[in-house]
């Protein structure tokens, strides 16, 4: 009869727990592994989003200083002619002078500036395209608070004001001689308005733009 085979050290009872402890060691290391890889995973993601919202930030701010920089251009341009125009009118007024067939209009024509009373429309893109795509919640609460402000006050002074000189300017009076005097002096109120306003949006623009400065 054969004898058994004795048993290797590697086979003995005392060298199996070594084996499940070196085992559960190997797995604890791999999960640890898993979870590293893991979480750099979303830090990387994390950075690289971080990464792209502060050049969809800094675009907008780019957008915003060349798109007031260009609407202060424009007012800078029109606003001295429209409180020349005013003033013009203001004189028209007490002229005693003036040919009594002649219209509100003809005095308008007469005395109007070069280039007309000219209101160039004042751009709202970077505005429209930073509430479009959620820019604006990217930038500084400061900032977005100046700029939010600054639009607001451009779309409801000068609009409503262009709108009725534009409307009054074609009324019907402007071409009766009997309602000349009247008509000039509404008009100069009208450009008086306008000319304050825009001298008040240009300072609310210079103020965004330092704000803006102040932002990078």
Same mark, same amino acid.
């Given at each position: 009869?054969? /004898?058994? /085979?004795?048993?290797?050290?590697?086979?003995?009872?005392?060298?199996?727990?070594?084996?499940?402890?070196?085992?559960?060691? =190997?797995?604890?290391?791999?999960?640890?592994?898993?979870?590293?890889? #893991?979480?750099?995973?979303?830090?990387?993601?994390?950075?690289?989003?971080?990464?792209?919202?502060? =050049?969809?930030?800094?675009? +907008?701010?780019?957008?915003?200083?060349?798109? %007031?920089?260009?609407?202060? &251009?424009?007012?800078?341009?029109?606003?001295?002619?429209?409180?020349?125009?005013?003033?013009?009118? #203001?004189?028209?007024?007490?002229?005693? +002078?003036?040919?009594?067939?002649?219209?509100?209009?003809?005095?308008?024509? =007469?005395?109007?500036? &070069?280039?007309?009373?000219?209101?160039? /429309?004042? =751009?709202?893109?970077?505005?429209?395209?930073?509430?479009? @795509?959620?820019?604006?919640?990217?930038?500084?609460?400061? %900032? +977005?608070?100046?700029?939010? &402000?600054?639009?607001? %006050?451009?779309?409801?002074?000068?609009?409503? @004001? $262009?709108?009725?000189?534009?409307?009054?300017?074609?009324?019907?009076?402007?071409?009766?001689? +009997?309602?000349?005097?009247?008509?000039? %002096?509404?008009?100069?109120?009208?450009?008086?308005?306008?000319?304050?306003?825009?001298?008040?949006? $240009?300072?609310?623009?210079?103020?965004?733009?330092?704000?803006?400065?102040?932002?990078?």
């Amino acid at each position: 009869m054969t /004898p058994a /085979p004795e048993k290797t050290a590697s086979e003995s009872p005392r060298s199996r727990p070594r084996v499940r402890e070196n085992g559960r060691s =190997r797995f604890l290391f791999e999960s640890i592994l898993i979870v590293l890889s #893991v979480l750099l995973g979303f830090a990387l993601t994390a950075w690289g989003e971080r990464r792209t919202e502060k =050049r969809v930030a800094e675009t +907008a701010l780019e957008n915003f200083r060349a798109e %007031i920089e260009s609407n202060l &251009e424009q007012l800078e341009r029109v606003q001295p002619k429209h409180a020349q125009f005013a003033q013009r009118l #203001v004189q028209a007024a007490d002229e005693v +002078a003036l040919d009594p067939a002649e219209t509100a209009f003809q005095v308008f024509v =007469r005395l109007m500036p &070069e280039g007309g009373i000219d209101t160039p /429309p004042l =751009r709202e893109a970077a505005w429209e395209t930073a509430m479009s @795509t959620g820019a604006l919640r990217l930038l500084d609460y400061e %900032i +977005a608070a100046s700029l939010s &402000e600054t639009y607001f %006050i451009q779309r409801s002074t000068l609009l409503p @004001t $262009i709108r009725l000189l534009s409307d009054r300017f074609l009324a019907t009076e402007n071409f009766d001689p +009997a309602a000349r005097d009247q008509m000039i %002096i509404v008009h100069q109120m009208m450009l008086t308005e306008l000319a304050g306003q825009e001298s008040y949006l $240009i300072d609310v623009f210079r103020n965004s733009l330092e704000r803006l400065g102040a932002g990078n």
